[in-house]
């Protein structure tokens, strides 16, 4: 059994319902443990309920080993604004490490947004680790709205996406009890699924590296601009 720890990180129910149906199509390989950190980033945390407390967490809860609070972690801090400065990055490792019990174990990071914080801030204090990234909306189909850091951006593997978009792509769909919609990941891609009575499987291809070119998004000009 493999020693290494998957930390998932989902702010939305919908997020941890995507994490589900990732795991239900067998797109992780085995871990000795999985933990969901779940997030909370809304004006005013504290009169929001949390994810793990939403109606429907129950039927997600199995896929997971353990369920933690980074903004219990963090309080009083705020997981949108706060973000560690690079000479405290070996503390902050040191702590999380501590309070939710990794050990020395190698760890594996799947998280939403990845250019902002907080999965932005994770991907920092844990910089030794492999990213995966997942779609949280629409957002995500396109290239990220800021230049990501070279020493983030070379750790990721591939993105993990809903097929809401119709893209040409050469992924592939799977599909989980946990999403009835059709599925798919780019980067790495999920095979097709499996004949009945097999579990589906993953496959990853050799992630993109950022480049200044993809950087940042650029609007198009609409047909008036152009005209």
């Given at each position: 059994?493999?020693?290494?720890?998957?930390?998932?990180?989902?702010?939305?129910?919908?997020?941890?319902?995507?994490l589900?149906?990732?795991?239900?199509?067998?797109?992780f390989a085995?871990?000795?443990?999985?933990?969901?950190?779940?997030?909370?980033?809304g004006?005013?945390?504290?009169t929001?309920?949390p994810v793990d407390?939403?109606n429907?967490?129950?039927?997600?809860r199995?896929?997971?080993?353990?369920?933690?609070?980074?903004?219990?972690a963090?309080?009083?801090?705020h997981?949108?604004?706060?973000?560690?400065?690079?000479?405290?990055?070996?503390l902050w490792e040191?702590?999380?490490?501590?309070?939710?019990?990794l050990?020395?174990a190698?760890?594996?990071?799947?998280?939403?947004?990845?250019?902002?914080?907080?999965?932005?801030?994770?991907?920092?204090?844990?910089?030794?680790?492999?990213?995966?990234?997942?779609?949280?909306g629409?957002?995500?189909?396109?290239p990220?709205?800021?230049?990501?850091?070279?020493?983030?951006?070379?750790?990721?593997?591939?993105?993990?996406?809903?097929?809401l978009?119709?893209s040409?792509s050469?992924s592939?769909?799977?599909?989980?009890?946990?999403?009835?919609?059709?599925?798919?990941?780019?980067?790495?891609?999920?095979?097709?699924p499996?004949?009945?009575?097999?579990?589906?499987?993953?496959s990853?291809r050799t992630?993109r590296r950022?480049s200044?070119?993809?950087?940042?998004?650029?609007?198009?000009?609409?047909?008036s601009a152009?005209s």
């Open positions: 059994m493999s020693r290494t720890t998957q930390i998932f990180c989902a702010s939305t129910l919908y997020g941890a319902a995507t589900a149906a990732a795991l239900d199509a067998g797109c085995p871990a000795g443990r999985r933990l969901l950190v779940v997030l909370n980033n004006a005013t945390p504290e929001s309920t407390r939403m429907g967490f129950e039927a997600l199995g896929r997971f080993d353990d369920v933690v609070s980074f903004n219990e963090i309080r009083p801090l997981p949108g604004s706060w973000t560690p400065r690079g000479d405290e990055l070996p040191r702590y999380f490490r501590l309070t939710w019990q050990g020395d190698p760890v594996e990071l799947v998280v939403e947004s990845l250019q902002v914080n907080p999965a932005l801030a994770i991907c920092r204090v844990f910089h030794g680790a492999p990213v995966h990234a997942y779609a949280d629409l957002m995500s189909y396109g990220t709205r800021s230049k990501i850091d070279p020493m983030i951006g070379t750790r990721v593997q591939r993105l993990l996406h809903l097929d978009v119709p040409g050469t592939r769909p799977w599909t989980s009890s946990a999403h009835r919609k059709r599925s798919s990941c780019r980067y790495g891609y999920c095979a097709a499996s004949p009945r009575g097999t579990a589906a499987s993953c990853s992630p950022p200044a070119s993809r950087g940042r998004w650029r609007p198009r000009p609409n047909a152009r």
